[in-house]
């Protein structure tokens, strides 16, 4: 009988606690982004963290999930181990029970031994369980009511002396309990001596821990004091590749079917036999590591660079290469390790299959620009290891930011060859500079935690903008004061949405509202405080209606334009990220290549003809599966609230899960217009727009600038582009009889090479090397291709006095639909010892190697092929 797959554990254990009462709650976001002690979700605790305080209710108290984590940074930080021992991952998957003050230890443990001995068909003798040393309720569960012998029943720990085993806690105060451990026996002929016992064998390859069953009944106060908890609940974390190892009979989660699938590709990739892929075990498992964990962050809209998550990932991409490159690979790879990890885990987790091609593309694309750094870094970091025993700070600093070595793998190569890291003077510099370019952060609140912790509710639903006999909850003076409400009508920012402006009119004073906050569950008013406002105090909530109005119709345009932009460029085009204002709206989307301006028209004309139609927008509050239900857009990355979601549909076009304020209906929004669309970032677009009365005003701009160009050019207003186009015909000609190649240099024959051009779809690709050619007649080459034939790129070079020369050029509707000749220019310069740049429709560099020219003219080449291909797919 073949053993359970990983995704048969992962559904069974669900399953098993959905039968027993238990909610099954979809997993939150790797993203942190409502805990501010967290990068990242880093165990299956963080997502519960409030409800296990107290500060937030949920309707239900028994809930199951599965859920994905990534520790590589913080307290919890297994980067360095990743690959070196058979049990440590950056992202891992975290089953969990949980019950928030219903059942305790007695049913916690009856469940947890049913579902590994019935369900699992685990050899009961194989099942060891540690408890805390007084925790006497849990050791009689175990002994008299479970059966466990005295040889696998162990007390450990003793918190009152600093021995923390079996006891586990949220942080230095708070939530905290005694916890049962259950390990796994793999077979005594594992063991390493006495000391191998469980709790004691994270280094013994005898005894797996699988499950940890935490209890949490105290409350810990700052001198370390316990006091009983309000309510009691169980915490219980299963590693699902740790749990898959033991099921499934081998000695390392990565030798599971979680990452098995991952290293056969990447041998079969290179070409390695089994004997080799065992020799270099460890890059392989590090590559297969990373690939899981730059898969799900990349499906999260998370893209590599040098701060926050995106520096985590483009450590874990870095890192992941060069492994890559120690076993041989000098091109690129990653695409087909992430390809199986979506295989494997894209049943369970639907959004990376969604995803794929941004993912795909997004490794890829730094991939490519790791290695071009990776060649010059490691040539500086050889001549550091070869200068003595320890590269100091200042130089590691150095490979990170001139190279973008990630620290880590500094550390790494070093300690390959007997060479230590000063990581403290690293550190020290990276402080530095990020103290130099921090800048203050926008809606970071901090208040004093009794007031953080107080409670708003916002009343401003579906467009109220005033409110009287509210009540001030708390008034705290500064620059700006801060005052928190009872009820209010403001919209704190969230969502996209920036939050309202307005006035607090009390008794004794004044509060201009310049901007409205959360922090917690608390709705804070900024401002300059005019008199005083003081707890108690009854005030009038006055919000500035026509920015209000501004927004909401901005907001449903958002809407509106998500949706269309979908239906033309497909369901890949989600939401990235937005920003919703009163002056217009930003919206980002994962997209490799600039929209073509035919399908920007085609987007306008969907939204504008939802406007016309002044379809009704209604907002409806409702549990999470019903909104699932009914194919409401909801956002991997996003938290939800499974029991109360708000879906905002515009009958008969979108529905889509947002706390936004919005207008009735789709007609009072007027009108938008595109304003523009450009790259945010890599592989991330953005597009800007405007709606209501800010478009009617640009409509009316635009009109009197082409009114006043007609004037000037004594043409009539449908003229202007012809005549526009016959005066920059005369000036280029102008600009080429200036630009003519010196005496005594022959013109280029633009006829010649146009007949030996390649096709790229429609477009005429000139890429070629002419000996003997200045600047001059390399730009007359472009300008009579320009006056010769339609949709061309020329890569070209040549040298004159030991000097080359590269040029890139393309006709000007390529450069109007996104190739950017300076931008492959830019790149390529360096090839050839040089540096340059220029407009996108024409673009040069001289250099100092003539004999890298063909190198560079082969890899501009390259990349122009690549922007050709962006452009011209569909």
Known sequence: MEPMTSAEIRERFQRFFEERGHTRVPPAALLAKDDPTLLFVNSGMAPFKRVLTGEEKRDYVRAVDSQPCLRVAGKHNDFEEVGRTPRHQTLFEMLGNWSFGDYFKRDAIHWAWELLTAEFGIDPARIAATVYTDDDEAHRIWSEEIGLPPDRLVRWGNIAAGDEKNFWRMGDTGPCGPCSELHYDRGAHLSEGPDCIPDHSEHCPRWLEIWNLVFMEFDRAPDGNLTPLPFKSVDTGMGLERMASAIQGVDSNYRTDLFAPIIERLAAFIGHDPATVESERFSYQVVADHSRAMTFLLAEGVTPSNEGAGYVLRRIMRRAVRHGRLLGIEGPFLRETCSVVIEIMGEAYPSLVERREVILDGVEAEEEKFARTLEAGSARLAELIAAGDTISGTDAFRLHDTFGFPIDLTIEVAAERGVTVDRAGFDAAMAEQRERSRGERRGAIELDPEVAALRSEFIGYPNETSADDVRVLAAVPGEPAAVVLDRTPFYAEGGGQIGDRGALIGPNGRLEVTDTQRAGDAIVHLGPLDGSLSAGDVVRAEVDEGRRWAAARNHTGTHLLHRALRDV?????????????????????????????????????????????????????????????????????????????????????????????????????????????????????????????????????????????????????????????SLLARLREAEKAAKAPRAGVARLDAAAALHSAQEAGKTKVIIDSYADADPAALRGLADDLRGMTGRFVAVVGGATDGKPTLLVAASRDLAAEGFDAGAIVRETAPIIGGGGGGRPELAQAGGRDPERLGDALREAGRLALEALARIETP
């Open 569 to 725: 460029l497909g369901e890949s085009a989600k939401q990235a990220g937005s920003w919703v204002g009163p002056e217009g709206l930003r919206f980002d989307f994962p997209a490799t290549s600039a929209t073509p301006r035919a399908a920007l028209r085609e987007v306008e004309r969907i939204v504008n003809a939802q406007i016309r139609r002044d379809a009704t927008v209604t907002p409806e509050f409702m549990p999470i599966e019903q909104a699932q239900a009914l194919g409401a857009d909801m956002f991997f990355g996003e938290k939800y609230v499974p029991e109360s979601v708000r879906v905002v549909q515009v009958t008969g076009f979108s529905r889509e899960l947002c706390g936004g304020t919005h207008v009735a209906s789709t007609g009072q929004i007027g009108l938008l217009l595109i304003t523009g669309e450009s790259s945010v970032g890599a592989g991330l677009r953005r597009i800007e727009a405007v709606t209501g009365e800010a478009a009617t005003e640009l409509v009316a701009d635009r009109l009197e600038a082409l009114r006043s160009t007609a004037q000037l050019l004594g043409e009539r207003e449908e003229a202007v582009p012809q005549r526009v186009e």
